[in-house]
């Protein structure tokens, strides 16, 4: 079935198209020029947030960074090898699906630390990356109140996730 979506999609368009009796074929290149016109705005926002979080992984600063925050996460209630998890995660989705394998691989998935993992990774969002992204397209420039609120909710679904998986163990 999947085989057959775009064919369908652009046998679609072409009959609307033509039951208007517009031109398909413009309308077509005018999407896709829009599109490619939206790639261009959004690509150096991209390419500024991987070349950040490889620089951060490569330095060592977020293995610093998780390690001397290890005492606030057991104070919290969320364990301390996911430090690195709860780090990444609001910069990088496929970052974090790396930090997350990682973590099941040296702990089992079947673990707390694994399990936990799996949660958090289910409940949260790539917080900077959203809303570079989606306000990028927008245009919008200032951002007011919604990065402290995605990342109070980033927060509540990492502690969530802890809480969870410990109550299911």
């Known amino acids: 079935m999947t085989d057959y979506i775009v064919p369908i999609l652009l046998l679609s368009a072409s009959l609307l198209a033509l039951r208007k009796q517009e031109n398909s074929y413009d309308l077509l290149l005018g999407g896709a020029s829009d599109g490619l016109k939206l790639l261009?705005?959004?690509?150096?926002?991209?390419?500024?947030?991987?070349?950040?979080?490889?620089?951060?992984?490569?330095?060592?600063?977020?293995?610093?960074?998780?390690?001397?925050?290890?005492?606030?996460?057991?104070?919290?209630?969320?364990?301390?090898e996911t430090a690195m998890l709860v780090l990444i995660r609001p910069i990088s989705g496929s970052?974090?699906?790396?930090?997350?394998?990682?973590?099941?691989?040296?702990?089992?998935?079947?673990?707390?630390?694994?399990?936990?993992?799996?949660?958090?990774?289910?409940?949260?969002?790539?917080?900077?990356?959203?809303?570079?992204?989606?306000?990028?397209?927008?245009?919008?420039?200032?951002?007011?109140?919604t990065l402290p609120a995605a990342l109070f909710a980033d927060f509540v679904g990492f502690f969530m996730a802890s809480v969870t998986v410990k109550l299911l163990m």
């Open 40 to 80: 261009v705005s959004l690509v150096p926002t991209l390419i500024l947030l991987l070349t950040a979080v490889t620089m951060l992984r490569a330095s060592g600063a977020m293995e610093a960074i998780s390690s001397c925050l290890s005492p606030v996460f057991r104070f919290v209630g969320i364990p301390p």
């Open 95 to 145: 970052a974090a699906l790396a930090v997350g394998a990682d973590l099941m691989a040296q702990y089992g998935v079947d673990s707390l630390v694994g399990r936990t993992a799996a949660v958090m990774l289910g409940s949260t969002e790539t917080t900077f990356y959203t809303i570079s992204v989606y306000f990028g397209a927008a245009g919008i420039k200032k951002t007011r109140y």
